[in-house]
């Protein structure tokens, strides 16, 4: 039985994109036969302080000689020391989800270290696996990862039931068109850029839920709170907090439109989710996101451009045409994509070879 040790920064459970991915891939493993243990690390990351950093070093510590470690970026990339001490003791794998310098809103000189600090950490481990294309081409380029270690294990996608599906000219429940985002409340998603767009179509009709945790970034979660206060648009945009893979297929399964201003994504799961579920997209080209769209299922304008996002907004809201062939072509590409036991059969394939 192939054994694994997999370490991340917080619990299992939580809900996030990072962590969503960690714990399927991880369930796939133990389907496939793998042994796997994991190491939950302090939640801190990547900002951990120094017990942080001791309470790491003594679980890798414990970890028995020449044992296969996958170590998530978030962590990871903050580590470039204790990676360096372990290297030769540990079969070390890093899983990037993205860069962390790329995280938004950090300032130069914490954008810089941490640059410095994961291209550093990156040079001790045997296998890198990331989660698009543009990543793997970022690692290679700008962080000096060389190409033959690098793996690519696209997030799988869970497809609904055919009776949850989208059907083309269904006659649709009366009512506004429904507006469906998720992501964490967090500089990076922007949602900030999606409520201002919405102000900007105020005159057409439509409902947006937005999901995602309140209390992971509470500044940012109440800054997005003044804002729908302020733009009068309390009763048509619903904050509905973190929710569950039950909960979010029920949201995707009720909305018209799926639509996230992220200003960047290492991937975006959740705009393959929402294809799989057949709903139109409006997103942005930060990043790897052109990568997870496929064209025809979405419209696509530059980050932070509310105006732009508002324009695409009103395309596919004010045409119900257009807006259905979208969901048409979105759905049928989406159930083309693989599920996590083909992501874990990539992964499982890189690490086999350590």
């Not at 550093?120 to 690692?139: F, Q």
Request: a negative charge; charged letters at 25%.
């Amino acid at each position: 039985m192939p054994r694994l040790y997999f370490a991340l920064p917080g619990p299992l459970e939580q809900r996030t994109g990072g962590t969503l991915y960690d714990r399927r891939v991880i369930e796939a493993l133990r389907e496939d036969g793998w042994w796997v243990e994991v190491l939950e690390w302090p939640s801190t990351f990547p900002f951990p302080n120094e017990d942080d950093r001791l309470t790491v070093a003594a679980s890798l510590a414990a970890v028995p000689d020449n044992a296969l470690v996958v170590i998530d970026g978030l962590a990871l990339g903050t580590l470039p020391g204790l990676a360096r001490r372990e290297r030769e003791r540990l079969r070390l794998a890093a899983l990037v989800h993205h860069p962390l310098a790329l995280e938004t809103g950090l300032s130069p000189m914490m954008s810089a270290t941490f640059a410095a600090e994961e291209q550093d950490a990156l040079t001790s481990v045997r296998a890198v696996i990331v989660t698009s294309e543009t990543t793997a081409a970022i690692l290679e380029a700008a962080f000096g990862v060389p190409g033959g270690l690098i793996t690519v294990a696209q997030p799988g996608v869970d497809k609904p039931p055919e009776a949850d599906r989208f059907v083309y000219g269904a006659e649709r429940p009366p009512g506004p068109v429904r507006i469906f985002s998720m992501g964490s409340i967090s500089p990076r998603k922007a949602h900030h850029i999606l409520v201002e767009a919405l102000a900007r179509i105020e005159d057409l009709d439509w409902t947006c839920a937005i999901a995602g945790s309140l209390e992971r970034e509470p500044e940012v979660a109440e800054a997005l709170i003044s804002q729908i206060a302020m733009l009068g648009l309390g009763e048509r945009v619903k904050l509905i907090g973190e929710v569950d893979e039950v909960q979010a297929a029920k949201f995707y399964r009720q909305a018209d439109i799926f639509a996230l201003a992220s200003v960047y994504e290492g991937y975006g799961m959740v705009f393959a989710e929402a294809q799989a579920h057949g709903l139109a997209i409006v997103a942005t080209t930060g990043g790897a996101i052109p990568e997870a769209i496929y064209p025809g299922a979405g419209l696509l304008v530059p980050p932070n451009d509310a105006e732009a996002f508002a324009d695409a907004l009103r395309e596919l809201v004010g045409d119900t045409v257009r807006r259905d062939r979208m969901r048409l072509v979105s759905q049928e590409e989406g159930l083309k994509l693989p599920g996590w036991n083909h992501t874990a059969s990539l992964i499982a394939k890189a690490l086999d070879e350590l």
